[in-house]
Structure formats: structure tokens, C-alpha cells
């Protein structure tokens, strides 16, 4: 069982490595994706003049999870066309790696919706620890494939420890409770679409792979 075990492993981390330009050319495509929707996002809040806390949590997990819909059904699609299995072991192991970070966040979510004692009673301080989660479930996901995909987590993990350290220092008074959307929509909007028109440039072109 256990020769078994150590068999699919390095056939899975093998797979990985060996397409690891083919998952970079696919998630060019998904990353545009969730940057235009978490940008659109944001702009809808500044159109309605929606500024402040409420209801700040349930929104932003709305559109998280509305993004993730259509990730996976772009995921589904790209999988059927190159006559894979959509739900493949590489694809496991790179979901239970981002998985605990990711219900981390989702956590964090929940407490701020049922507003109980423990939630974050700050919308800049909850877009900073979802960025910072965020940041290191990709930094995770990175270890199956290029280093890319590590170097935007630990952006996310930065720049999320900037923007906690400076709302709870009040170094920027501008960072406050009247631009939280604008984080939200920088920080899962913006970078998301930069990273993926990154890929879609420096992709390799398809009959070198």
C-alpha cells in the first residue's frame, strides 16, 4: 500500500513538472478572468456609492464565489479540450495544498457575516488577512509549478502585511473604511489581471512544449 502510495506521488509530482508550461499557458486565461470580474466588482461599488462595512464581508465572498464558478467551469472546459480528466490527481494535490488557507479565509468571512466576537470589525483589516491567505494558498499551489506562480503569492503575503501594519498603525489615514472596495478591487482585480496578461505574453508557444 505504502509502495503504492509513494508510486502515484512522484508519478503526479512528474506530471507537474513535465507540464508545468502547459498549467502556466492555461492559467493566463483564468487569471484575466478573476481580475476583470473582482475590478468590475469594485467599480460597482464605487457607481452605487457603496462605501463602508456593511455588508462588506458577504458581498466580496459573493463575488469569490461567483469567480470561482466560472474558474472551475473555464477549468472544466480547458481540461475537456485537451482530453484530460478534470478532477486528475495533479489537480488534488494542488487543491489540498491551497485548500486550508482558502477555508481559512472563508472563516474569517463567516465570522464577519454572523458578526460575532471573534470577527474583524474592519473592512481594510479583513482584505488584508484575506490577502495575506490568499498569498500563501498560492504560494502552496507554486510548489507544483513554476516559481511565477510562487512570487504572486508572496506578493499577496506582502502587500497584505503592509496594508494590515498600516490601517493598525494609522500611518495612512486615506486607508480607512471608505476605500475598502477599492482594496478589495486592487488587490484581487488588479493583480490578478496584470499576472495573467503576464502569462499570456511570455507564454511558450504550444509547438515547443
Not at 98 to 119: F, K
Not at 137 to 156: D, I
Request: aromatic share 10%; charged share 15%; with cysteine.
Amino acid at each position: 500500500m505504502s509502495a503504492n502510495w509513494a508510486e502515484e506521488n512522484l508519478n503526479t509530482i512528474r506530471t507537474l513538472m513535465e507540464r508545468a508550461s502547459v498549467y502556466r499557458r492555461a492559467l493566463a486565461p483564468i487569471s484575466i478572468v478573476a481580475g476583470i470580474l473582482g475590478i468590475l466588482a469594485a467599480g460597482l461599488t464605487q457607481m452605487a456609492g457603496w462605501m463602508g462595512k456593511d455588508h462588506f464581508a458577504g458581498y466580496w465572498m459573493s463575488v469569490a464565489a461567483i469567480t470561482g464558478g466560472i474558474v472551475l467551469i473555464l477549468m472544466y472546459r480547458q481540461a475537456s479540450k485537451a482530453g484530460e480528466k478534470f478532477w486528475s490527481p495533479p489537480t488534488r494535490r494542488v487543491a489540498q495544498a491551497m485548500l486550508p488557507l482558502l477555508v481559512a479565509g472563508l472563516v474569517l468571512g463567516i465570522l464577519e457575516l454572523g458578526d460575532l466576537p471573534a470577527a474583524s470589525t474592519d473592512s481594510i483589516r479583513l482584505a488584508a488577512l484575506w490577502m495575506i491567505l490568499y498569498g500563501g494558498a498560492l504560494h502552496s499551489a507554486g510548489f507544483f509549478m513554476r516559481r511565477g506562480l510562487k512570487l504572486l503569492g508572496w506578493s499577496y503575503l506582502i502587500l497584505g502585511s503592509l496594508c494590515l501594519f498600516c490601517q493598525e498603525s494609522g500611518q495612512i489615514p486615506w486607508l480607512n473604511e471608505s476605500c475598502a472596495h477599492l482594496v478589495m478591487g486592487w488587490a484581487f482585480g488588479v493583480n490578478n489581471l496584470i499576472y495573467g496578461l503576464y502569462l499570456r505574453l511570455t507564454s511558450e508557444p504550444r509547438e515547443t512544449e
